[in-house]
């Protein structure tokens, strides 16, 4: 397997000489299912956004998808964000003006005009909301949605690009065991697609069902299994 996504010497600091993150190699490869575990404040979310190229505050090396994000000026790393990365964010964040489905197709604004296939696209988008029970949810305003339905709805719209790596932060929190179980059956399926998943939660359950598990503590990255 090739890696998707290469991380050398990381390090960031959040005051003079205290670091949060200290030294750090770690890689992604294609078609892999990564958890990332460690108590709260030990910065796994730091972590998973300096890799979504949301926080550029670092020293070391970070490539993703081929391009070292520290080379990237902001249009290339906007682009790299939205045609090879998928966020599903711990908080489910809509657009309240949109219905459930423009809050999906959202993306796929910003996507260049040769990558632009409506007909792809929504086909995607409905075989992805029925894989999540929210197909019956497209037309509705977000403000009618549960805190679940939201976070379902994050997930495909994370997907609906087709991106290779998705960079999950607690996706399963506001969910109960059956979606949890739901969502994370997606994330198998679309990492038997080739696709790079790292998952961030304080679920020791929803760790499990990774195949490669990582604790980040004291600044430092370890392998569980």
Do not use: W
Not at 17 to 22: S, W
Not at 179 to 198: P, Q, V, W
């Amino acid at each position: 397997m090739s890696k998707v996504v290469n991380v050398k010497h990381l390090s960031k600091g959040f005051e003079k000489n205290k670091f949060i993150l200290k030294d750090i190699d770690f890689s992604l490869e294609k078609g892999s299912m990564t958890a990332l575990i460690g108590a709260s404040g030990e910065g796994k979310t730091t972590f998973l956004n300096l890799i979504g190229s949301l926080d550029n505050s670092y020293s070391g090396q970070i490539i993703v998808a081929g391009q070292d994000l520290s080379l990237c000026n902001d249009k290339k790393l906007s682009h790299l964000r939205n045609t090879k990365i998928g966020f599903v964010l711990q908080e489910p964040i809509l657009i309240q003006r949109l219905s459930v489905e423009q809050n999906i197709l959202l993306p796929t604004v910003y996507l260049p005009s040769k990558a632009k296939n409506k007909t792809k696209i929504i086909s995607r988008m409905h075989k992805l909301a029925q894989y999540l029970d929210i197909d019956s949810l497209l037309p509705r305003d977000p403000n009618t949605l549960s805190g679940g339905q939201k976070q379902r709805v994050v997930a495909v719209r994370a997907l609906i690009n087709d991106p290779e790596i998705v960079l999950a932060d607690e996706p399963t929190g506001s969910l109960d065991e059956k979606n949890a179980k739901t969502i994370i059956r997606l994330f198998k399926k679309i990492k038997d697609e080739g696709k790079a998943i790292l998952t961030v939660t304080h679920d020791k359950e929803v760790a499990a069902l990774h195949e490669n598990i990582f604790r980040l503590s004291n600044g430092k990255i370890t392998k569980v299994n």
